[in-house]
Structure formats: C-alpha cells, structure tokens
C-alpha cells in the first residue's frame, strides 16, 4: 500500500464538535485505522462542500494521531477539489433535507472512476433507507407509503399492530407504535403526516422487536457474522438509548446470512458500500446507507475481539479493488 493515499470524510456537524475521544461513533474507529496505516486524513461537514462551475470542493481540516487519539487542526482550515481525494467517506447523518440533498448534488460533479466514493452520495440520493427496502419484498415486513389518514388507519385496523415513520429521519427519530388501542392516533398521523401533504411509512409490527432488532452489517459484498442486538430502552418499544445495557451480542442465522448477502450484491453494484440492516423476526426494517453505525466498541466489548481491524481489512480490499489495484470478483 502506497503512503498517503489521502481520504476525505464528510460528516456531521455534531461529530466534528465532538470530534475526539468519541468511541461510539463509527468514524472514529476508522479515521484512527487510516491514521495508523499511514493515510491522510482530512475532514468536512455538508455545509463546507460547494461547487465553481462544474468543479466540486470541500472546506475541510487535517485530521492527525496524538497520545493513541485523534484531532484535527482547527485553526487551518483548507479548500479541496474532492477530485483530488483518491477516497472519499460521505457520512453525514440524516436528515436527508434540501440541504443534504444539495450535499450529494455536490458530488454529481465529481469522478467516481477517479475517487472511490463511499457510499456514492449520487446514489444515496436514489436509495432512500426505509421505501426503497421493497426492492427486496420477500425479506420487508408487510408496509405502506402514503400520506392518506385512512389509508394508514385501514392498515393498522388489518394488521392490529403497526409502525409508523418518516421517510427521512436516523436514531429512531419520529418512530411510533400504533394498534387499535391508540386513542392519538389521529393526532400521530396528522403530526407526522404534515396534515396528509408528507408520505410515511407504515410496517406491520414484528412480534420478535420486543427483544430488540439485530444490526446486521454489510461492507461491499462482504458479509459480517459480527452484530449486535440493539435491545428497547426503558419505557420505549425500540432502541433509543446508546448505552451498553442496552446491547448484547448476536450471531447471524444461515437464513439472515443468505438475505443479508443478497442484499449486498444488489447495494455493491450500485455503489452503496457500507450498509446496516436492521432485523427482526427475518425481516429487515431499515437498510441503512447513509451513516449506518457500525457498533465497533460494542462489538469489541461483547466479542473481546478487536472488530475494527477486521472491517479495516475489508474496508481497504474494497478500496484498492475500487483502484484497480488487485483482482477480486467480489468480497467473501
């Protein structure tokens, strides 16, 4: 491997304000990994990318290792032509809005044969993480989008139980349990349906939820056994809160195994490389590609393992056959 392949990363605003000593973000782990082997590294956020006529930039710091963690240097800021990147990590997390719509509309004017986009935020734009999970229909629990009020109330009234979410949203954010029971649900689908003007997505609820959902996590076409249950936080039906009580370690079926495999040759060859399902009962609930968390310290906590170096080795596999520098048909 070459010395200073350079990489740029772009995140979220909360992350670059708590950028070092935060382990429970994915991007740590893996701009320490690069750091380590000798990448360079610089950082962005969505707004510091813009364009100069058909050339894209971004506003971005050098990142760099210190005492075993990581910085960057605040005080020198620098303007890139991301064409100039050999790699490129786009990790904001959603909402995906107007302005992180614009973000990856940055990236139409960038190269992907000449920067390795991960995932390509073109394609992101087109793969939306809870409607586009019925490209895969025998694995998605039954659903509806719509913003029609009876349309949602008819489908809960057949299923008994349901969820219900926006389209556009990360962390569970806007995600509620409706049965026939609910005496506000009226107000629940005017509130999240912006009074029938905004489509949601309404699933059948999945029994096995109540004993949390598996994120099961996909780079390029590999597959890892790695993964975690994400279990429900106190007084709450789903994951809400990060905090190590609230996961325990999993292990893949042959059956999610086969889906989740599946799934990633169809996600690969649209360039959408990192990938997190989340699963219940076999079904997946989310196929998350914008910034899917990959609960490195969790899994190195439950495993003892050191579960970064083995998603580094994929990471870079991906990488250089990306480049063209070795010759692998696929990931396994």
Not at 124 to 143: G, S, T, V
Not at 255 to 277: D, R
Request: charged residues 25%.
């Amino acid at each position: 491997m070459p010395l200073k392949q350079s990489i740029l990363f772009v995140i979220d605003d909360l992350e670059l304000k708590y950028f070092e000593f935060n382990d429970l973000v994915t991007n740590f782990w893996i701009i320490k990994e690069f750091l380590q082997r000798k990448y360079e590294v610089f950082i962005g956020i969505k707004s510091g990318l813009y364009t100069e006529g058909k050339t894209a930039f971004s506003i971005c710091y050098e990142a760099y290792l210190k005492d075993n963690n990581i910085f960057y240097r605040k005080e020198t800021p620098k303007k890139y032509i991301i064409e100039h990147f050999d790699i490129v990590f786009f990790r904001p997390d959603p909402p995906v809005d107007i302005d992180y719509i614009n973000a990856c509309n940055v990236f139409d004017f960038v190269d992907s044969e000449r920067t390795v986009l991960i995932n390509n935020p073109v394609a992101i734009k087109n793969f939306n993480e809870k409607f586009h999970l019925n490209y895969f229909e025998e694995y998605a629990p039954r659903n509806i989008v719509t913003a029609n009020a009876d349309d949602i109330k008819d489908f809960v009234r057949e299923h008994k139980k349901a969820i219900i979410k926006p389209l556009n949203q990360c962390f569970g954010g806007g995600v509620y349990y409706l049965d026939t029971e609910e005496k506000n649900v009226n107000a629940i689908i005017k509130n999240l349906t912006n009074n029938g003007r905004t489509m949601v997505m309404v699933q059948e609820y999945l029994s096995g939820a109540k004993y949390g959902d598996k994120r099961i996590l996909i780079a390029g076409e590999h597959v890892f056994d790695e993964c975690i249950i994400k279990l429900p936080g106190k007084d709450d039906f789903k994951f809400s809160m990060h905090s190590d009580k609230y996961f325990k370690t999993a292990k893949l079926t042959p059956e999610e195994k086969e889906m989740a495999q599946h799934i990633a040759k169809h996600l690969n060859a649209v360039e959408l490389y990192m990938a997190g399902l989340d699963v219940a009962d076999g079904k997946i609930m989310e196929i998350n590609v914008t910034s899917p968390c990959y609960f490195i310290r969790e899994i190195n906590a439950h495993n003892n393992e050191c579960f970064q170096d083995i998603l580094m080795e994929k990471l870079i596999n991906l990488i250089e056959m990306k480049q063209g520098k070795i010759n692998i048909p696929q990931l396994c």
